[in-house]
């Protein structure tokens, strides 16, 4: 039989690097992690162990990596026991993480542009989808991103235009910007430059600011909360777009072997449950709403 | 490891030599395949790999959530789901590689006519043994499951015994009153070995909403919050199995090789790793070297020196 599912995941000694605190109990901590940095796509999450005092791991999206020099990046909220303990580790002391996991959003060449939708903690695998799409001349991505805390970096105008923006929203996400990629933001805060809607809206804005010819090229893909990635994929279905999700749920062993993680997906036979981790943690947005 | 030290935990398990005491537990482990995701990980590290929980017919399993972290452990409730026996024994069972270590299927039903029929369709395949899983709720009587009663746990076994010459191993409930006359009626049924302990049940609920956590509003209980207690049942069960040289798994909350040694210890021939790999995928080559120090250090040779050395406090 075919064994090409074997020694995919690495578990790795990583030194935290770095590991920079955001308003909103927001955190991005970059570590030393050279095989997954090597290995990882864009959708991929690594499975960390948070702290010795907390046995069980926690799935965080992968936001960026560097072949050249072995980090990876980590966005993440501190919301629960884990991801609260992770918060307390610093720079220079050492976690254990398991990676690249999980199947990585699937580019269509047929559909260069591309509607990157992230929500939150979901904004990670957008910017690693988006640092991937600009390797590419031929793609048109555009990101939209959506946060109800501070964004965790520093907003700046934006000077790619994009279409069917209304008025006044400028606002972007520098690194994206860096690499060329148009990005805008919403938020029902009222932040400066922000779109104040969902991220859905704004989207819809773009949508019909395209022609026809140029909508057929149009993908979604999206990362977020649950009744963001839902109205979403309804978005995707009221334009007849394909749409990727990254969904998460609670994991324990994140290989495929409790079957603790699934989703409910629609199949031709029937209803069927599928392991987030290594069936996901991408789906066709069809498929599971 | 060198010669001596694969000499030292090689074991005799009903029958089935195993390369090391150590036994992936069934539904931590998928159908045998997927840890082998992992880079360092290897099936020839253990000496068998217990696939997931089987049923005659295929099972979606519960709604999620189905596990959640509790201090020192976790609540599952995965609702048994698996592709059925048929699939299992023509579509799995081929793929996996006998090479590398045993492989013993888990066999889980809802009436007496359910198991019999899973054992018959895995008699007729490769693999090396079957665990039975009777932890299940009996449609039949209620819904109480066959574990917790004596006599329905021995009416499954020799039902089972009597359609197959595989080695059969019962896998014992902690939920019940008297573990120990649950193993002697299993082994007058014809079981070859005992898998102790299954999970405790447990339940865990969100404050904000007053829902438990897991959709199936209770769970099994795992990891290291349960190991005094599998390690006291063990010891119990061991006073039954001694005299009849049946063979235990003992299992509960391993994740040491220092948790592994008290187990065997305590009569457990084998032991069971499964939570433990969720916290540390390579753990059992872990516990494997740490075995081989701990018998070096006392001048044994082989890890069934242990089993059942226990001295008791006079």
Redesign the interface.
């Given at each position: 039989?075919s064994?090409a599912?074997?020694?995919?995941?690495?578990?790795e000694q990583a030194d935290i690097i770095e590991h920079i605190a955001y308003e909103g109990g927001q955190y991005v901590m970059r570590v030393n992690a050279p095989?997954i940095a090597q290995h990882a796509k864009a959708g991929q999450f690594a499975h960390i162990?948070c702290d010795p005092m907390?046995?069980?791991?926690r799935p965080i999206s992968i936001m960026r990596v560097s072949h050249q020099h072995g980090w990876v990046d980590f966005l993440y909220k501190a919301i629960g026991?884990?991801t609260k303990l992770l918060a307390t580790r610093k720079a220079g002391e050492q976690i254990?993480i398991?990676g690249p996991i999980g199947n990585p959003f699937k580019i269509d060449p047929d559909r260069p542009r591309a509607l990157l939708i992230g929500g939150g903690v979901g904004m990670p695998p957008m910017v690693f989808l988006a640092e991937t799409l600009k390797a590419s001349s031929g793609n048109k991505p555009l990101a939209i991103l959506g946060s109800e805390v501070p964004f965790p970096f520093t907003r700046r105008p934006s000077t790619i235009m994009v279409p069917g923006m209304p008025d006044g929203v400028i606002a972007g996400m520098p690194l994206l910007e860096d690499w060329n990629i148009p990005c805008r933001l919403a938020s029902l805060q009222g932040y400066a430059g922000c779109f104040e809607g969902y991220v859905t809206d704004l989207a819809r804005h773009w949508l019909k600011a395209l022609s026809e010819e140029q909508r057929n090229e149009v993908i979604i893909y999206s990362c977020g909360p649950h009744p963001m990635l839902e109205a979403v994929a309804k978005l995707a279905s009221e334009y007849n777009l394909p749409c990727q999700v990254s969904l998460e749920?609670?994991?324990?062993?994140?290989?495929?072997?409790?079957?603790?993680?699934?989703?409910?997906v629609k199949t031709e036979h029937g209803?069927?449950?599928k392991r987030v981790c290594?069936d996901g943690p991408v789906f066709n947005a069809e498929q599971v709403f | 490891m060198n010669d001596t030290d694969k000499v030292m935990l090689a074991t005799d398990f009903c029958g089935m030599a195993f390369q090391s005491p150590i036994v992936l537990l069934s539904?931590?482990?998928?159908f045998g395949?997927?840890?082998?995701?992992?880079?360092?990980f290897s099936n020839r590290d253990v000496g068998a790999v217990c696939l997931?929980g089987t049923t005659l017919e295929s099972r979606?399993?519960n709604?999620?959530?189905?596990?959640?972290?509790t201090p020192?452990g976790?609540l599952?409730a995965?609702g048994l789901?698996n592709p059925g026996g048929e699939y299992v024994v023509n579509d799995i069972l081929?793929?996996l590689d006998f090479e590398e270590t045993r492989f013993i299927a888990n066999l889980a039903g809802s009436t007496i006519e359910d198991y019999v029929a899973l054992a018959r369709i895995f008699n007729d395949s490769p693999i090396d043994a079957m665990e039975i899983n009777i932890s299940c709720p009996n449609v039949k009587q209620g819904g109480m499951a066959f574990g917790n009663n004596p006599e329905m746990s021995a009416r499954v076994v020799a039902a089972c015994r009597a359609v197959t010459d595989k080695p059969i191993i019962t896998k014992l409930s902690p939920n019940q009153t008297d573990i120990a006359e649950n193993a002697y009626r299993c082994i007058e049924a014809g079981t070859d070995g005992f898998a102790v302990i299954n999970t405790l049940m447990g339940m865990a609920i969100d404050i904000e909403n007053r829902s438990p956590i897991i959709g199936n509003n209770q769970g099994g209980l795992s990891?290291?919050a349960i190991k005094p207690i599998a390690l006291l049942k063990v010891h119990q069960v061991y006073q039954v199995c001694r005299e009849h040289a049946i063979p235990i798994i003992g299992q509960g909350g391993i994740?040491t090789a220092e948790d592994a040694i008290e187990f065997l210890i305590a009569g457990a021939s084998a032991i069971g790793i499964g939570?433990a790999?969720?916290?540390?995928?390579?753990v059992s080559s872990k516990i494997n070297a740490g075995i081989i120090d701990y018998l070096k250090r006392n001048d044994m040779t082989n890890v069934a020196e242990l089993t059942g050395s226990l001295r008791l406090n006079g």
């Open positions: 039989m064994k599912h074997r020694e995919t995941i690495f578990v095989e162990s907390l046995a069980m791991r026991r884990g254990s398991m749920e609670f994991m324990a062993c994140a290989v495929g072997g409790c079957a603790g993680c699934v989703v409910e209803p069927v449950m290594v | 539904g931590c482990v998928g395949e997927e840890y082998t995701r992992v880079k360092g997931k979606l399993g709604k999620p959530h189905r596990i959640y972290e020192m976790m599952n995965i789901q081929p793929k990891g290291p994740s939570t790999l969720f916290y540390d995928p390579l």
